[in-house]
């Protein structure tokens, strides 16, 4: 009980049936610990040695088959979960103030135990106002991919490379972290989000992604593109685009090559565009409110 703040607050997520778990894993663990220490006093006698280390064998693989079994029920885990330093702290509070009072009968300890609770659910209530107020565009910098979230309050859209929706270990280390923080769902679509190919229209800001070589008629009053995300190695020139486009930033994702961007970085400080980088600089992130 006393690890739950902690747990929850350095790996997101909450064990449910643990009890279950532990009923089988903590005396099975005790008892492995135990073989092991005696497979380490009779190592001296093969015949005896063997016999015993057969048996901790058994026990680990008993014990893990068991935990894998328990983990494999859907509603096993409670993940996702994402609480501040001093919310953890909060919750610590009350369960010691509960505990103390459950032991030695003090009103004190419940008093100042429901004191944490209450403070607890004030900010972890405040942490869920502000999450479903939030818009965000967030470039994720993900080697050689091209990964975006657009967020709006606590649901998300993502575009970019389909094997990432595959991967599950680049989307746990890459994307699931950010998706924790900000406490957001996927949604097949965003009702404030136009999308038309390469151009979205996200709450009155004005985006283009290009991946490919496009090309834009010169006009003499340039549409306004908030930002400019550009992914790969397409066959484009900044200059052309800025002579028909007004661009107020550039976003280089992690999977345009170091050398190319060298190129168009060059571009973009002649041309006086902010530019920025994923690759050196890290993840993007667009507060669009």
């Keep these: 009980i006393l690890t739950v703040p902690l747990s929850i607050y350095h790996f997101h997520q909450f064990p449910i049936l643990f009890l279950f778990t532990n009923f089988l894993a903590v005396p099975l663990s005790s008892l492995i610990l135990l073989g092991e220490i005696l497979l380490c006093v009779i190592s001296f006698?093969?015949?005896?040695?063997?016999?015993?280390?057969?048996?901790?064998?058994?026990?680990?693989?008993?014990?893990?088959?068991?935990?894998?079994n328990i983990e494999s029920i859907k509603f096993s885990l409670w993940d996702g979960l994402q609480v501040t330093i001093l919310q953890a702290i909060l919750l610590l509070l009350f369960i010691v103030g509960a505990s103390y009072w459950l032991m030695e009968r003090s009103a004190s300890g419940l008093k100042w135990g429901l004191c944490a609770l209450a403070g607890f659910a004030a900010l972890r209530s405040w942490s869920f106002i502000e999450s479903s107020q939030q818009v965000k565009f967030v470039v994720y910098n993900v080697s050689q991919k091209k990964a975006i979230d657009i967020i709006d309050g606590?649901?998300?859209?993502?575009?970019?490379?389909?094997?990432?929706?595959?991967?599950?270990?680049?989307?746990?280390?890459?994307?699931?972290?950010?998706?924790?923080?900000?406490?957001?769902?996927?949604?097949?679509?965003?009702?404030?989000?136009?999308?038309?190919?390469?151009?979205?229209?996200?709450?009155?800001?004005?985006?283009?992604?290009i991946d490919k070589p496009v090309y834009f008629d010169p006009r003499p009053e340039k549409p306004v593109i908030d930002l400019l995300v550009i992914s790969k190695n397409p066959k484009l020139y900044l200059e052309k685009i800025a002579a028909s486009?007004?661009?107020?930033?550039?976003?280089?994702?992690?999977?345009?090559?170091?050398?190319?961007?060298?190129?168009?970085?060059?571009?973009?400080?002649?041309?006086?565009i902010p530019w920025h980088d994923v690759s050196t600089a890290g993840a993007f992130v667009m507060n669009t409110r």
Aim: aromatic share 16%; with cysteine.
């Design 154 to 209: 606590r649901k998300y859209y993502f575009t970019g490379d389909s094997s990432l929706l595959t991967d599950d270990f680049a989307r746990n280390f890459y994307l699931k972290p950010s998706r924790t923080l900000y406490r957001v769902q996927q949604k097949e679509k965003l009702e404030c989000l136009y999308r038309d190919d390469c151009y979205l229209d996200y709450r009155g800001k004005h985006i283009l992604l």
């Design 45 to 68: 006698i093969p015949s005896a040695a063997f016999l015993v280390g057969k048996l901790v064998t058994w026990l680990i693989q008993l014990m893990n088959t068991y935990i894998e």
């Design 245 to 272: 486009l007004d661009i107020k930033q550039v976003v280089f994702d992690a999977s345009v090559p170091a050398w190319k961007a060298g190129y168009w970085k060059k571009d973009c400080d002649s041309l006086g």
